[in-house]
């Protein structure tokens, strides 16, 4: 099998235009056309796990993490991230990033959390804006199912958890070609009077490509008559963060207790108690001080993240537990996530789980 059909895979799940602007997701080091020898999946890419693809012969790593972050001017070996890129290009390695990708996903990263933390009812915290467009185009009415069937197999019709959204109009189309026209419809300089359907659609934007690309290979017309625009609704199927509630209220402390076993940690950082059960929990994996507003906004009684400064602290306003667990911590599931999903996908392909531990920080 290709890497680049792994990538494939990969990114009909999670597609790289989930990802923020800021990010730095895909392949970001080897060649996507050689055959894949094995798959690594961690949350980091270290030299040791360089070293654990080379012993288990992987060719090709998928890291939750970016090695790549910022560019890089130069591969002299001089840094970390220098040394883990070339020795990967020396063994013929290949890294792929998924980050924000899969953040974004609404069965993502932060949706695990959630479901590590039991948490009923989950939704996406901050939907995303701007990811939605509408399709609207004419058919001769004896062709639209077929590319309504086309359409279909690409997700096109899917918004959340429903399937075959669509919405057509019956109605009559006129043309006339000129010298220059190229139909099978029509003689040049004759009226045509024919049943058409106009056929209207809201599609998640990474899809767009795909339904032109349908439209192009199944219309019969030589000049498409298609609109594609952007809508203002909110996107309930793609955002940061996820919340959810507990089946069972919980003091603080004994919430507290649940998320260091649940999340396997010894410590949480947090905000003042409040007196009053938790039912209502928001969580954002990774950094996640930009969504402390979201979180009250909602009315959630603890927000768990990771990364939050000193003065983050002082946003509470007795409204809300703020609880931060650590990055490495938050984001610790991600590998079995990427894991579980390819292992379903590939059935007869060596997908392995790092055993390296990545996590840089350490506690005294």
């Known amino acids: 099998m290709k890497i680049k059909k792994i990538i494939t895979i990969l990114e009909q799940w999670a597609p790289l235009s989930y990802a923020e602007e800021f990010d730095n997701v895909g392949l970001l080091v080897g060649n996507k056309n050689l055959d894949c020898t094995g798959l690594l999946i961690t949350i980091d890419t270290t030299e040791a796990i360089i070293e654990e693809a080379i012993e288990k012969k992987c060719n090709l790593i998928v890291s939750f993490h970016p090695i790549i972050f910022s560019g890089l001017k130069k591969l002299t070996g001089k840094n970390y991230v220098e040394k883990i890129v070339v020795k990967a290009i020396e063994n013929k390695i290949a890294v792929y990033s998924i980050h924000t990708?899969?953040?974004?996903?609404?069965?993502?990263?932060?949706?695990?959390?959630?479901?590590?933390?039991?948490?009923?009812?989950?939704?996406?915290?901050?939907?995303?804006?701007?990811?939605?467009?509408?399709?609207?185009?004419?058919?001769?009415?004896?062709?639209?199912?077929?590319?309504l069937n086309a359409l279909y197999l690409i997700g096109a019709e899917e918004i959340g958890d429903y399937e075959n959204c669509i919405f057509t109009i019956s109605g009559t189309g006129t043309f006339m070609g000129n010298n220059k026209s190229n139909s099978s419809f029509s003689l040049r300089h004759k009226k045509i009077i024919a049943p058409?359907?106009?056929?209207?659609?809201?599609?998640?934007?990474?899809?767009?490509?795909?339904?032109?690309?349908?439209?192009?290979?199944?219309?019969?017309?030589?000049?498409i008559r298609y609109e594609i625009y952007s809508i203002d609704d909110i996107n309930q199927d793609i955002g940061m963060g996820s919340i959810g509630e507990l089946k069972n209220p919980l003091d603080s402390i004994k919430f507290m207790e649940l998320v260091k076993y649940k999340m396997k940690t010894k410590l949480i950082k947090h905000s003042e108690l409040l007196h009053k059960k938790v039912v209502k929990v928001a969580v954002l994996g990774g950094s996640g001080s930009f969504?402390?507003?979201?979180?009250?906004?909602?009315?959630?009684?603890?927000?768990?993240?990771?990364?939050?400064?000193?003065?983050?602290?002082?946003?509470?306003?007795?409204?809300?537990?703020?609880?931060?667990?650590?990055?490495?911590?938050?984001e610790q599931f991600t590998k079995n996530l990427i894991?579980?999903?390819?292992?379903?996908?590939?059935?007869?392909?060596?997908?392995?789980?790092?055993?390296?531990?990545?996590?840089?920080?350490?506690?005294?």
């Not at 069965?107 to 939704?123: A, M, P, R």
């Not at 509408?134 to 009415?141: G, M, N, Y």
């Not at 659609?201 to 439209?215: A, Q, S």
């Not at 990364?307 to 911590?329: A, P, Q, R, S, V």
Request: proline share 3%; hydrophobic share 35%.
């Open 101 to 147: 990708a899969l953040d974004n996903h609404k069965f993502g990263v932060s949706y695990k959390i959630g479901e590590k933390l039991g948490l009923l009812n989950q939704k996406i915290l901050i939907p995303k804006n701007n990811t939605l467009k509408k399709l609207s185009v004419l058919t001769p009415e004896n062709k639209c199912e077929e590319i």
């Open 196 to 223: 058409e359907k106009q056929i209207n659609m809201i599609f998640n934007n990474n899809i767009k490509n795909k339904i032109i690309k349908v439209l192009e290979e199944l219309h019969p017309y030589d000049k």
């Open 339 to 364: 894991y579980e999903y390819l292992t379903k996908k590939l059935t007869n392909f060596a997908c392995i789980l790092s055993q390296v531990q990545t996590n840089p920080i350490k506690y005294f």
């Open 291 to 330: 969504a402390i507003e979201n979180a009250i906004l909602e009315n959630a009684d603890v927000y768990i993240t990771s990364d939050l400064k000193y003065h983050d602290f002082f946003k509470t306003e007795n409204k809300i537990i703020l609880m931060d667990i650590g990055h490495y911590e938050s």
